[in-house]
């Protein structure tokens, strides 16, 4: 990989980070408060913190902010009540066609049965061998090996990248190629701003990026659509999907790979850096989940609970309703803290405490309801391929005592920049 393309990435990278961190204030601590005194707060609580939203919230527009649980749960349950397609007029304005995330009702039900098969654990079970495992071993892992250290997230920003094109059906051979599309997808996600001044240049890159995407992704379509389609990747597979006589065009299969990107990598590169950090601060659980990886999809669900990457999900009110006596007005945001949420004390016993032998409760790292994400199969296949390689062939593996702890930050996208390790 050209110095070029590693710099762009990498730098795509940390300005998104930097543009959903927001405050540096203790949240957790804030957020046991916020449950305590004002469970619903009548502003939107993420906008003080200065992280922008990929709503499009309109300012004119009430906004409220629930912390609990069972409210939250409430919420993204209800997509009658709680709708998503406002999302249309933020992220969704740089997609011209299909996201699901921006859809409601029968629209997003079809469309979603239509795809789902493609994400099913039957189909990502067929790819975890050959497509998932084996790249993360042969291509990352063991060429770390002799050095007998490295920065876990440097492997962690690639090698979901490397992954997620190949299951998509992009060619294998031209890794600089995927490199450039990967910090096209980054740079999506930096178009919505909160700083005025940033906004303009944030949004014209963000519309270059998805015109690029959009521009390499359909030339594969149309090359996967000539070929037959009889592929086991994604965009064929997309080809050909049919749901009540329904199937999607070309334009559609582009859109809809291209609303996958900005996330495909991001979210899997964070949630397993922070997993890491949690078993390697937590010694004696990665050596239990070392011995017994049946416990490797407990530590991922845990991890996923207790430090989730997307840490709110915005919804809003489709008609006027009320929540702990607060009166929500028609049409009003509604802005769920799944980081809250996901360490109610009334929800999860010991709730800040990482903590794989709890019992099994729905947390929301990845959603709830009929939006929950369509990927999360995809990404903790990916997460339990990435560790149990690890496991595998880095013995002892602990901290750099020499370089500084790893921190997990962001009010969004919330995760670690650095994980220095050693290993025997």
């Known amino acids: 990989m050209s110095e070029a393309v590693k710099s762009d990435l990498e730098k795509v990278f940390a300005d998104v980070a930097s543009n959903y961190q927001g405050s540096d204030i203790d949240l957790h601590a804030t957020y046991a408060k916020m449950r305590a005194e004002t469970p619903v707060l009548e502003a939107n609580f993420m906008e ?5 939203s990929i709503a499009g919230v309109d300012p ?4 409220y902010t629930l912390f609990k649980y069972d409210d939250v749960m409430r919420v993204m349950r209800d997509s009658e009540q709680f709708t998503s397609g406002f999302i249309a007029e933020g992220l969704g304005a740089f997609f011209d066609g299909l996201i699901l995330t921006a859809m409601d009702g029968d629209l997003h039900k079809s469309m979603r049965n239509l795809l789902q098969p493609v994400f099913l654990p039957e189909t990502v079970n067929r790819w975890k061998e050959q497509r998932i495992d084996r790249v993360i071993r042969e291509e990352f892992i063991k060429p770390m090996l002799p050095n007998k250290s490295a920065d876990l997230m440097d492997f962690a920003l690639y090698f979901p990248i490397r992954v997620i094109y190949s299951l ?10 995927i490199k450039q599309y990967a910090a096209w997808a980054l740079a999506i996600l930096a178009g919505p701003q909160v700083d005025p001044a940033k ?3 944030a949004k014209k890159a963000a519309m270059e990026a998805v015109v690029a995407l959009y521009d390499a992704i359909k030339e594969v379509v149309v090359q996967r659509r000539a070929e037959g389609a009889e592929g086991d990747d994604l965009i064929s597979r997309l080809i050909r999907a049919e749901y009540e006589g329904r199937s999607l065009d070309d334009h559609e299969v582009t859109t809809f790979v291209r609303s996958l990107l900005p996330a495909a990598g991001e979210t899997t590169t964070r949630t397993f850096g922070t ?18 990886r049946g416990l ?3 530590a991922i669900d845990e991890s996923i609970r207790y430090e989730p990457v997307a840490t709110f999900k915005v919804r809003q009110a489709a008609n006027a309703t009320e929540i702990r006596g607060v009166q929500i007005p028609k049409g009003a945001m509604v802005s769920c803290i799944v980081s809250s949420a996901n360490r109610d004390e009334e929800a999860f016993v010991n709730a800040d405490k990482f903590d794989i032998d709890r019992k099994p409760r729905p947390s929301f790292g990845f959603g709830f309801g009929p939006h929950m994400c369509i990927g999360q199969f995809v990404a903790k296949t990916e997460i339990n391929c990435a560790l149990n390689a690890i496991l595998d062939l880095m013995p002892n593996l602990r901290l750099d005592p020499s370089k500084p702890a790893p921190k997990i930050t962001g009010a969004q996208l919330r995760g670690p920049h650095e994980l220095h390790v050693l290993w025997d």
């Open 48 to 52: 003080q913190l200065g992280v922008p």
């Open 60 to 63: 004119n527009r009430p906004c």
């Open 199 to 201: 906004a303009e240049a």
């Open 296 to 298: 490797v999809n407990k």
């Open 168 to 177: 998509i059906g992009f060619p294998e051979d031209k890794p600089e190629k």
């Open 275 to 292: 997993l890491m950090v949690q078993l390697l601060e937590n010694p004696d659980v990665l050596e239990r989940v070392r011995a017994d």
